[in-house]
């Protein structure tokens, strides 16, 4: 059974730092990308990074870059979001998602999902 697991979530004061994890079983982790979305209340999902777990390369969208870091650990099927100087603009709940495609932060060639995690920056 396929799982995937954000977890990680709270409320932030801006400025502040969190770090989300996503933890996934149920398929060959090393072989897949990781992506991290968010999907802010009236707004439309939108893709945040993603990162291979073949050869370590990562995406950042420019709406979080230079704030936002992926990494991974393949030894704990785990993937981290660290989220630094973090704005209200980033309040959102954030998606794990995971796909044996290519680098990409396009969410329809996503297979798995998590549920979710909450984030909420306040000013």
């Known amino acids: 059974e396929v799982q995937v697991v954000e977890s990680g979530g709270g409320v932030v004061q801006a400025g502040g730092s969190l770090r989300l994890s996503c933890t996934a079983s149920?398929?060959?982790?090393?072989?897949?990308?990781i992506g991290w979305f968010r999907q802010a209340p009236g707004k439309e999902r939108e893709g945040v990074s993603c990162?291979?777990?073949?050869?370590?390369?990562?995406y950042v969208s420019g709406s979080v870059k230079g704030r936002f870091t992926i990494a991974s650990d393949n030894a704990k099927n785990t993937v981290y979001l660290q989220m630094n100087n973090l704005a209200s603009e980033d309040t959102a709940t954030y998606y794990c998602?995971?796909?044996?495609?290519?680098?990409?932060?396009?969410?329809?060639?996503?297979?798995?999902w998590g549920q979710g995690t909450q984030v909420t920056v306040s000013s």
């Open positions: 998602a995971a796909t044996d495609r290519y680098l990409t932060l396009d969410d329809k060639f996503y297979n798995y």
């Open positions: 149920g398929f060959t982790f090393g072989d897949y990308v």
């Open positions: 990162i291979s777990n073949r050869d370590g390369s990562t």
